[in-house]
T-cell receptor, first 107, second 114 residues
Framework: DAKTTQPNSMESNEEEPVHLPCNHS???????IHWYRQLPSQGPEYVIH???SNVNNRMASLAIAEDRKSSTLILHRATLRDAAVYYC????????FGAGTTVTVRA | DTEVTQTPKHLVMGMTNKKSLKCEQH?????MYWYKQKAKKPPELMFV???????INESVPSRFSPECPNSSLLNLHLHALQPEDSALYLC?????????????FGSGTQLSVL
């Protein structure tokens, strides 16, 4: 069962930052926070993951709350290619996908 | 090579047919996965193989039979499927099965059961 809560949808303008929130209030000490995204007609794509500390990579940043009950995925400059369903997943390698957030990017 | 390759991309089969889906990766990953995704729904885990041994079966009906012939290949054998089994079948791989493992997914096989 999915254990995270995300907004159904978010809209952004091209070249503006996008902040995607996720609540995971039942997270345990060993659960990772994973983010994947799925573009139309493709399989999910790994975005970023973390355990306790904030994480940055070439795609995005992950800000994890101090109590770990919530996190935010940050896309620094949205492009049209970032339009996708973004999944926040609490747990381990057995990814249990929730409904995700559909991100729309306006040109 | 950083890809997970799935074949075929599309498959149409009747309820009495036997068919197989194939998945291949050459990243040296030792864990491989099958997920099922219905239209406009999130992917659902079906099976996990670790070091070529089945480690997780999420109570999948026996008409789906996974096989891992070697560390690079994963098959899903299909027999006597029902129309409700029509879905996108996704294969994934990871270095191993541990909490922080990141999965690489293929593009999937779109299956239609008539």
């Amino acid at each position: 069962d999915a254990k995270t809560t995300q907004p159904n949808s978010m809209e952004s303008n091209e070249e503006e930052p996008v902040h995607l929130p996720c609540n995971h209030s039942t997270i345990s000490g060993t659960d990772y926070i994973h983010w994947y995204r799925q573009l139309p007609s493709q399989g999910p794509e790994y975005v970023i993951h973390g355990l306790t500390s904030n994480v940055n990579n070439r795609m995005a940043s992950l800000a994890i709350a101090e109590d770990r009950k919530s996190s935010t995925l940050i896309l620094h400059r949205a492009t049209l290619r970032d339009a996708a369903v973004y999944y926040c997943i609490q747990g381990d390698y057995k990814l249990s996908f929730g409904a995700g957030t559909t991100v729309t990017v306006r040109a | 090579d950083t890809e997970v390759t799935q074949t075929p991309k599309h498959l149409v089969m009747g309820m009495t047919n036997k068919k197989s889906l194939k998945c291949e990766q050459h990243m040296g990953h030792r864990a491989m996965y099958w997920y099922k995704q219905k239209a406009k729904k999130p992917p659902e885990l079906m099976f996990v193989y670790s070091y070529e041994k089945l480690s997780i079966n999420e109570s999948v009906p026996s008409r789906f039979s996974p096989e891992c012939p070697n560390s690079s290949l994963l098959n899903l054998h299909l027999h006597a499927l029902q129309p409700e089994d029509s879905a996108l079948y996704l294969c994934a791989s990871s270095q191993a099965v541990f909490g922080g493992a990141t999965l690489s997914f293929g593009s999937g096989t779109q299956l239609s059961v008539l």
